[in-house]
Protein backbone atom coordinates (compact mmCIF):
# COMPACT_ATOMS: atom_id res chain seq x y z
CA UNK A 1 0.00 0.00 0.00
CA UNK A 2 1.11 3.24 -0.79
CA UNK A 3 1.75 5.41 2.43
CA UNK A 4 3.14 8.68 3.67
CA UNK A 5 3.37 8.61 7.19
CA UNK A 6 4.51 11.62 9.61
CA UNK A 7 6.10 12.05 13.05
CA UNK A 8 7.40 14.59 15.12
CA UNK A 9 4.76 17.29 15.51
CA UNK A 10 3.65 18.78 19.12
CA UNK A 11 4.22 21.69 20.89
CA UNK A 12 6.82 24.35 20.73
CA UNK A 13 7.48 27.61 22.16
CA UNK A 14 8.44 30.73 19.83
CA UNK A 15 12.33 30.48 18.76
CA UNK A 16 12.15 26.74 19.65
CA UNK A 17 12.96 24.16 17.00
CA UNK A 18 11.11 20.70 15.91
CA UNK A 19 11.75 18.03 13.23
CA UNK A 20 10.02 16.56 11.32
CA UNK A 21 9.69 12.81 9.94
CA UNK A 22 7.57 11.26 6.35
CA UNK A 23 8.23 7.66 6.24
CA UNK A 24 7.48 6.82 2.93
CA UNK A 25 6.18 2.89 2.19
CA UNK A 26 5.05 1.04 -0.72
CA UNK A 27 6.53 2.80 -3.73
CA UNK A 28 10.42 3.53 -4.51
CA UNK A 29 11.12 6.96 -2.33
CA UNK A 30 14.17 7.50 -4.32
CA UNK A 31 12.29 8.07 -7.52
CA UNK A 32 10.10 10.73 -6.32
CA UNK A 33 10.61 14.89 -5.60
CA UNK A 34 9.44 15.12 -2.23
CA UNK A 35 7.78 18.44 -0.71
CA UNK A 36 5.81 19.73 2.53
CA UNK A 37 3.02 21.49 2.74
CA UNK A 38 1.09 23.14 5.49
CA UNK A 39 -2.54 24.21 6.29
CA UNK A 40 -3.60 26.35 9.58
CA UNK A 41 -6.47 25.49 10.70
CA UNK A 42 -9.99 26.66 8.58
CA UNK A 43 -7.31 28.54 6.17
CA UNK A 44 -5.84 26.93 2.68
CA UNK A 45 -2.90 24.73 2.19
CA UNK A 46 0.53 26.38 1.43
CA UNK A 47 3.51 24.97 0.05
CA UNK A 48 6.30 24.96 2.16
CA UNK A 49 9.42 23.41 0.53
CA UNK A 50 11.05 20.79 -2.05
CA UNK A 51 13.74 18.75 -2.37
CA UNK A 52 14.67 16.33 -5.67
CA UNK A 53 15.57 12.92 -5.78
CA UNK A 54 19.10 13.48 -4.92
CA UNK A 55 18.75 15.49 -2.09
CA UNK A 56 19.80 18.61 -4.76
CA UNK A 57 17.27 21.38 -6.03
CA UNK A 58 16.34 22.56 -2.75
CA UNK A 59 13.33 25.18 -2.86
CA UNK A 60 11.43 27.26 0.06
CA UNK A 61 8.98 29.27 0.67
CA UNK A 62 9.64 32.86 1.26
CA UNK A 63 7.93 32.84 4.92
CA UNK A 64 10.34 29.74 5.66
CA UNK A 65 13.96 30.45 4.01
CA UNK A 66 16.35 30.63 6.62
CA UNK A 67 14.75 28.84 9.29
CA UNK A 68 13.63 25.36 7.81
CA UNK A 69 15.63 22.92 6.12
CA UNK A 70 14.22 19.77 4.16
CA UNK A 71 16.31 16.40 4.19
CA UNK A 72 15.98 13.45 3.03
CA UNK A 73 17.40 9.56 3.68
CA UNK A 74 17.12 7.44 0.79
CA UNK A 75 18.18 4.78 2.56
CA UNK A 76 15.66 5.23 4.93
CA UNK A 77 12.94 6.01 2.87
CA UNK A 78 12.70 8.99 4.98
CA UNK A 79 11.74 13.10 4.27
CA UNK A 80 12.65 15.55 7.16
CA UNK A 81 12.33 18.92 7.89
CA UNK A 82 13.95 20.87 10.39
CA UNK A 83 12.30 23.55 11.69
CA UNK A 84 14.31 26.15 13.76
CA UNK A 85 12.88 29.57 14.92
CA UNK A 86 9.71 28.99 14.86
CA UNK A 87 7.14 31.49 15.40
CA UNK A 88 3.54 31.49 16.03
CA UNK A 89 2.52 31.44 12.33
CA UNK A 90 3.99 28.27 11.91
CA UNK A 91 1.41 26.78 13.54
CA UNK A 92 -0.28 24.63 11.29
CA UNK A 93 -0.49 20.81 10.26
CA UNK A 94 2.07 19.81 8.70
CA UNK A 95 1.92 17.20 5.22
CA UNK A 96 4.35 15.55 3.61
CA UNK A 97 3.92 14.92 -0.16
CA UNK A 98 5.03 13.07 -3.50
CA UNK A 99 5.46 14.64 -6.50
CA UNK A 100 3.87 13.44 -9.21
CA UNK A 101 5.22 15.52 -11.85
CA UNK A 102 3.73 18.78 -11.72
CA UNK A 103 0.98 16.79 -9.44
CA UNK A 104 1.29 16.25 -5.61
CA UNK A 105 -0.42 12.78 -5.80
CA UNK A 106 0.34 11.08 -2.86
CA UNK A 107 -0.28 13.08 0.90
CA UNK A 108 0.50 11.90 4.49
CA UNK A 109 -2.34 12.68 7.23
CA UNK A 110 -0.47 15.21 8.85
CA UNK A 111 1.40 16.11 11.75
CA UNK A 112 0.16 19.20 13.67
CA UNK A 113 3.27 21.73 14.85
CA UNK A 114 1.65 23.89 17.92
CA UNK A 115 3.70 27.16 18.69
CA UNK A 116 2.91 29.06 21.86
CA UNK A 117 4.28 30.12 24.95
CA UNK B 1 -5.39 34.40 2.09
CA UNK B 2 -4.56 31.69 -0.46
CA UNK B 3 -3.58 31.82 -3.78
CA UNK B 4 -6.59 30.49 -5.61
CA UNK B 5 -10.11 31.22 -4.69
CA UNK B 6 -12.64 28.75 -3.91
CA UNK B 7 -16.43 28.70 -2.85
CA UNK B 8 -16.34 28.16 0.97
CA UNK B 9 -19.15 25.66 0.25
CA UNK B 10 -21.60 23.98 -2.05
CA UNK B 11 -24.12 21.65 -1.73
CA UNK B 12 -26.35 19.43 -3.20
CA UNK B 13 -28.89 16.51 -2.70
CA UNK B 14 -28.12 12.84 -3.84
CA UNK B 15 -28.33 12.38 -7.56
CA UNK B 16 -27.85 16.29 -8.08
CA UNK B 17 -24.43 17.86 -9.81
CA UNK B 18 -22.24 20.52 -7.71
CA UNK B 19 -19.75 22.40 -9.65
CA UNK B 20 -16.49 23.86 -7.57
CA UNK B 21 -14.89 26.80 -9.30
CA UNK B 22 -11.18 27.48 -8.53
CA UNK B 23 -9.64 30.98 -9.98
CA UNK B 24 -6.15 32.04 -9.92
CA UNK B 25 -4.35 34.26 -12.23
CA UNK B 26 -1.91 33.72 -15.36
CA UNK B 27 0.87 32.96 -13.33
CA UNK B 28 -0.83 29.49 -12.21
CA UNK B 29 -4.60 28.09 -13.31
CA UNK B 30 -4.32 30.21 -16.58
CA UNK B 31 -0.68 29.60 -17.36
CA UNK B 32 -0.16 25.49 -17.10
CA UNK B 33 -2.81 22.49 -17.84
CA UNK B 34 -2.01 21.09 -14.19
CA UNK B 35 -4.34 22.16 -12.00
CA UNK B 36 -5.28 19.01 -9.33
CA UNK B 37 -8.23 19.02 -6.94
CA UNK B 38 -8.03 17.10 -3.38
CA UNK B 39 -10.91 15.47 -1.30
CA UNK B 40 -10.14 15.57 1.94
CA UNK B 41 -12.09 13.78 5.17
CA UNK B 42 -11.28 15.30 8.35
CA UNK B 43 -8.09 13.50 9.87
CA UNK B 44 -7.72 11.81 7.09
CA UNK B 45 -5.14 12.71 4.46
CA UNK B 46 -5.88 14.49 0.94
CA UNK B 47 -6.76 12.69 -1.80
CA UNK B 48 -5.95 13.23 -5.54
CA UNK B 49 -9.22 13.07 -7.42
CA UNK B 50 -8.29 15.36 -10.99
CA UNK B 51 -4.88 16.20 -11.97
CA UNK B 52 -3.76 18.10 -15.10
CA UNK B 53 -7.06 19.66 -15.35
CA UNK B 54 -9.48 16.42 -16.28
CA UNK B 55 -7.19 13.45 -16.11
CA UNK B 56 -8.55 10.90 -13.42
CA UNK B 57 -6.04 8.84 -11.06
CA UNK B 58 -7.05 5.34 -11.21
CA UNK B 59 -9.77 4.46 -8.89
CA UNK B 60 -11.25 7.57 -8.71
CA UNK B 61 -15.06 7.43 -9.76
CA UNK B 62 -15.89 8.85 -13.22
CA UNK B 63 -18.53 11.22 -11.39
CA UNK B 64 -15.50 13.49 -11.17
CA UNK B 65 -14.74 15.46 -13.46
CA UNK B 66 -12.58 19.17 -14.31
CA UNK B 67 -12.12 21.64 -16.91
CA UNK B 68 -11.02 25.40 -17.10
CA UNK B 69 -11.17 27.90 -18.59
CA UNK B 70 -8.91 31.00 -18.61
CA UNK B 71 -7.78 31.31 -15.16
CA UNK B 72 -10.18 29.60 -14.07
CA UNK B 73 -10.75 25.35 -12.91
CA UNK B 74 -13.63 23.81 -11.91
CA UNK B 75 -14.32 20.37 -10.02
CA UNK B 76 -17.85 18.75 -10.96
CA UNK B 77 -18.99 15.83 -8.99
CA UNK B 78 -21.71 14.34 -11.07
CA UNK B 79 -24.73 11.73 -8.95
CA UNK B 80 -23.86 13.02 -5.86
CA UNK B 81 -23.63 10.47 -2.86
CA UNK B 82 -23.32 10.90 0.75
CA UNK B 83 -19.64 9.48 0.61
CA UNK B 84 -18.99 12.80 -1.06
CA UNK B 85 -19.35 14.96 1.41
CA UNK B 86 -16.04 16.13 2.30
CA UNK B 87 -14.05 19.32 1.75
CA UNK B 88 -12.32 19.73 -2.02
CA UNK B 89 -9.29 21.51 -2.67
CA UNK B 90 -7.64 22.96 -6.25
CA UNK B 91 -3.87 23.22 -6.51
CA UNK B 92 -1.94 24.67 -9.55
CA UNK B 93 1.27 24.75 -10.41
CA UNK B 94 2.76 28.16 -10.34
CA UNK B 95 6.79 27.69 -11.84
CA UNK B 96 9.93 26.79 -10.52
CA UNK B 97 10.03 29.78 -7.14
CA UNK B 98 7.00 28.78 -5.85
CA UNK B 99 6.15 25.43 -7.36
CA UNK B 100 2.81 24.61 -5.89
CA UNK B 101 -0.66 27.13 -4.78
CA UNK B 102 -3.80 26.44 -3.66
CA UNK B 103 -7.15 27.44 -2.54
CA UNK B 104 -8.97 27.25 0.88
CA UNK B 105 -11.04 24.71 0.49
CA UNK B 106 -14.57 24.21 0.02
CA UNK B 107 -16.87 21.78 1.92
CA UNK B 108 -19.39 19.99 -0.03
CA UNK B 109 -22.24 18.74 1.59
CA UNK B 110 -25.18 16.36 0.61
CA UNK B 111 -28.18 17.18 1.58
Known amino acids: ELQLVESGGGLVQPGGSLRLSCAAS????????MHWVRQVPGKGLVWVAR????????RYADSVRGRFTISRDNAKNTLYLQMNSLRDDDTAVYYC??????????WGQGTMVTVSS | QSALTQPPSASGSPGQSVTISCTGTSSDVGGYNYVSWYQRYPGKAPKLMIF???KRPSGVPDRFSGSKSGNTASLTVSGLQAEDEAHYYCGSYAGINNPFVFGAGTEVTVL
Open chain 2, 52 to 54: EVS
Open chain 1, 51 to 58: IKIDGSGI
Open chain 1, 97 to 106: TRDGAFTLDL
Open chain 1, 26 to 33: GFTFSNYF
